[in-house]
């Protein structure tokens, strides 16, 4: 992901990301590229893992807003939550199968900011900015500089969307679709609202969980109003994530009655325990958050070390059903490059 002052921020002015207050979460977001040394001495970590942290950074960089750090067990090496942020030497490992584009986007985007692999739902890149660095990310090498969406753009988006009657729904995503000031969210909200058979605006979104404060009374104003229906799908891979914070800013989601969902992915080191991801899916529900995806590990470059085999993957889940009930089980899934949906995996 790229910083945020570098985004595609194009739509209207970036004034609105400018918020002196220090517990904003223009500022929280702004704050996110931490020191590694600062990490370490804030997390009480040893000094020795901070030549594997540079090598790591140089390749993606390490960035976490305070409200995750504040959720990260002090002294705690193997915390499932630094894991998912702290870089280390083996992303430089190059390994054999494992790419820079694994989903094989660059193959279904007719218009840069516009990818369209499934018949009738189109993902826009709302933003190529992020609070976070998630060392597993299957999007850590896409070419977001060139994939900005500026006024002509978003034009250009609607007139394919007018052309195209099957797609119904908008899946907004980036990056992080909300590390974008609300005036521009509220522009391409209206722009999608305009086209006569979209029903449904999902956001792909992690920001709410890594910086609750996101979650402000304008935004759920402006997305209560749009006439398409909004469907949030967070991205929340460990019980831990989930804080008080969290569940207030959800809360102010579903009482304007829309829907939250959850995906996860399923990653070595952090979550691939029948324990951890039965717990994930209790505190989810907890907070009035559906699990809707468990995504099997896509092969990205630098990230191989957090791979789980198929296999073991399937075995995983299978043990969960027996562990919960239907509505609490994740659809376990791969998304297979040029397949017309995702390929569900571990169903007997
Ligand atoms: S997983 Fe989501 S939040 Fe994390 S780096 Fe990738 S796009 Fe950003």
């Known amino acids: 992901m790229i910083p945020v002052s570098e985004s595609s921020v194009q739509l209207t002015e970036n004034k609105t990301l400018e918020n002196s207050d220090a517990t904003s979460w223009q500022s929280l977001l702004k704050q996110s590229h931490i020191d590694a040394k600062a990490l370490l001495s804030q997390l009480d970590l040893p000094e020795s893992l901070l030549a594997g942290m540079e090598v790591g950074h140089s390749l993606f960089s390490l960035r976490v807003p305070q409200p995750y750090l504040d959720r990260i067990e002090k002294g705690n090496p193997s915390d499932p939550l630094l894991r998912q942020i702290l870089p280390i030497a083996e992303e430089a490992n190059l390994q054999p199968g494992y790419v820079t584009d694994p989903l094989e986007e660059k193959s279904s985007n007719p ?45 250009q988006i609607v007139g394919y969307l007018n052309q195209h009657p099957e797609i119904n729904e908008v899946i907004l995503s980036g990056g992080d679709p909300l590390a974008t000031p609300d005036k521009r969210l509220q522009l391409l909200a209206n722009k999608l609202a305009s086209v006569p058979h979209l029903k449904r605006l999902r956001i792909h ?49 579903t009482q304007k009655q829309m829907i939250v969902l959850n995906q996860s992915v399923i990653l070595r080191g952090v979550n691939n325990s029948v324990k951890a991801l039965s717990d994930l899916s209790e505190r989810l529900f907890d907070a009035d958050i559906l699990p809707y995806y468990l995504h099997a590990f896509d092969p990205i470059q630098g990230a191989s070390h957090f791979d789980v085999t198929d296999d073991d993957v399937i075995k995983l889940w299978q043990s969960l059903q027996k562990e919960l009930p239907g509505f609490l089980l994740p659809r376990l899934v791969r998304e297979i490059p040029n397949r017309p949906s995702k390929t569900l995996l571990g169903l007997q």
């Open 111 to 155: 218009i840069p900011g516009l990818i369209h692999k499934y018949k009738s739902r189109v993902l826009l890149m709302g933003s190529g900015a992020c609070a976070i660095n998630c060392r597993y990310c299957f999007r850590r090498h896409f070419p977001y500089e060139d994939n900005g969406l500026s006024s002509e753009r978003m034009d």
């Open 205 to 253: 979104s992690r920001l709410p969980v890594v910086i609750p404060q996101r979650i402000t009374d304008d935004l759920v104003d402006i997305l209560a109003s749009s006439r398409l229906k909004v469907i949030w799908v967070l991205h929340i891979n460990h019980a831990q994530e989930i804080d008080t914070n969290l569940i207030d800013a959800v809360a102010k989601l």
